[in-house]
């Protein structure tokens, strides 16, 4: 079901085996999350295999890159920037920097049973909406997503420890790692984030052991090598043109942060990624 207005979209699918490659049909601004309601789902994004188990939710943006997805059944919500904007509206849903434009991998969270019928009504109401034709339909679509999304962050902030920190302390976390998200290939260093959020590196260190064994720096080098990866895998750019593409003067050492992260040169990592292709 698909509701367009202009160019806000809001689509939501009962996806299976025959019709799992909409998931792939991703355009420019989507955002989606997938809801496994069967007793397992595999998919692959950025090369990496997820195993979802019965009512784990996964949340997608448009840079994500889905290799490939085994589906019983599941639900999908998918939306674009300009029926909702999770960014401008952040103060209405707290997702951004946690379940989109975050720099901490491919978000899941794990529905409880306490929790299910919470989305199980979210869901019903927004498929009851999409036959509703009237000028107050887009509102009462957003209020559900809304809700949805606000369902989610609650759980994802009780995993990931975030519910330790008091609310000022909790958007310093968001913030940088949408910060991160964004300057990823321009900024390296913790200061530069510190300085973003007007805090001194040491700060933010010390906030990042409240909940998490990755320091900020970690949570840098992780995200520049999601985008290396991802080039390497996916496009037809050199070696060379990607280390300058995420901020790098000199292959040599693109080279050298990339083999202490993967083990090997970024040549070597194309190549074995190639070597089954050429048997």
């Known amino acids: 079901m698909v509701y367009e207005n202009s160019n806000e979209i809001l689509s939501l699918y009962e996806l299976d085996a025959s019709n799992s490659d909409l998931v792939c049909n991703v355009r420019d601004t989507d955002m989606t999350f997938i809801w496994n309601v069967a007793e397992r789902m595999d998919i692959t994004i950025d090369k990496v295999p997820f195993r979802l188990s019965k009512n784990q939710i996964v949340f997608l943006t448009e840079f994500h890159r889905i290799d490939d997805i085994e589906i019983e059944s599941a639900r999908m919500v998918r939306f674009n920037q300009p029926f909702y904007c999770v960014v401008n509206h952040d103060n209405e849903v707290g997702s951004k920097g946690l379940l989109f434009f975050g720099a901490t991998g491919v978000p899941v969270i794990t529905v409880d049973k306490s929790s299910v019928r919470d989305f199980e009504l979210s869901w019903e109401m927004m498929i009851s909406e999409m036959g509703k034709n009237d000028i107050l339909q887009q509102d009462m679509l957003q209020a559900m997503l809304k809700r949805m999304l606000i369902l989610s962050v609650r759980i994802l902030r009780r995993s990931n420890n975030l519910s330790k920190l008091d609310k000022t302390q909790s958007e310093i976390v968001r913030e940088f790692n949408y910060l991160v998200d964004k300057h990823f290939a321009t900024h390296h260093n913790v200061a530069f984030y510190a300085s973003q959020l007007n805090k001194s590196p040491k700060t933010l260190s010390n ?62 990592y194309r190549e074995r990624l190639q070597q089954p292709m050429l048997q």
């Open 207 to 268: 906030l990042f052991s409240l909940v998490s064994t990755r320091t900020p720096l970690n949570i840098i080098h992780d995200r520049i090598m999601i985008h290396a990866r991802r080039q390497i895998n996916y496009s037809n750019l050199s070696i060379k043109e990607i280390a300058y593409e995420l901020g790098y003067d000199d292959i040599q050492t693109f080279s050298r942060f990339f083999k202490s992260k993967e083990g090997v040169s970024p040549g070597h």
